[in-house]
C-alpha cells in the first residue's frame, strides 16, 4: 500500500557530503513519522535519524551535528543530508515510514521500508 522510493547514495570521499532522499506514494491516510536506518556489512540494521509529523527530529550520537533530516510533507518526501562523512557512514541507507492506513476495520499504523541505497565514503 506504500512504497518507498529512495535515492542519492553514491561514493564520496572522507569530509564529503551526499542527500540522501525518499519519497512515499501508494494509497494512506497519513504518513506519520519517517526516517532512515542504515546497515553495515556484518552487523545489525541501526537507527540513523528520524522525523515525526510535526517536524521534530532525533539523532543518533554517531550522526549529531554532520547529518540533518528533514521532510517536505506536502510531497511524503523525506531527506538527509550528510556531511563529513567518514568511512564508518559507509553502509546501506534505508528509508523508513509509518503510515495511517484506512481499513475497512478501521484506520491502522503499519511500517514500511525502502530498498535501501548505497552509501561508500573512501578515499
Known amino acids: 500500500q506504500v512504497q518507498l522510493e529512495e535515492s542519492g547514495g553514491g561514493l564520496v570521499q572522507p569530509g564529503g557530503s551526499l542527500r540522501l532522499s525518499c519519497a512515499a506514494s501508494g494509497t494512506f491516510f497519513k504518513i506519520n513519522d519517517m526516517g532512515w536506518y542504515r546497515q553495515a556489512p556484518g552487523s545489525q540494521r541501526e537507527l540513523v535519524a528520524l522525523i515525526n509529523s510535526d517536524g521534530s527530529t532525533n539523532y543518533e550520537e554517531p550522526v549529531k551535528g554532520r547529518f540533518t533530516i528533514s521532510r517536505d510533507s506536502a510531497k511524503n518526501t523525506v531527506y538527509l543530508q550528510m556531511n563529513s562523512l567518514k568511512p564508518e557512514d559507509t553502509a546501506v541507507y534505508f528509508c523508513?515510514?509509518?503510515?495511517?492506513?484506512?481499513?475497512?476495520?478501521?484506520?491502522?499504523?503499519?511500517?514500511?521500508w525502502g530498498q535501501g541505497t548505497q552509501v561508500t565514503v573512501s578515499s
Open positions: 523508513n515510514a509509518l503510515a495511517q492506513i484506512i481499513t475497512p476495520a478501521g484506520h491502522i499504523l503499519a511500517a514500511y
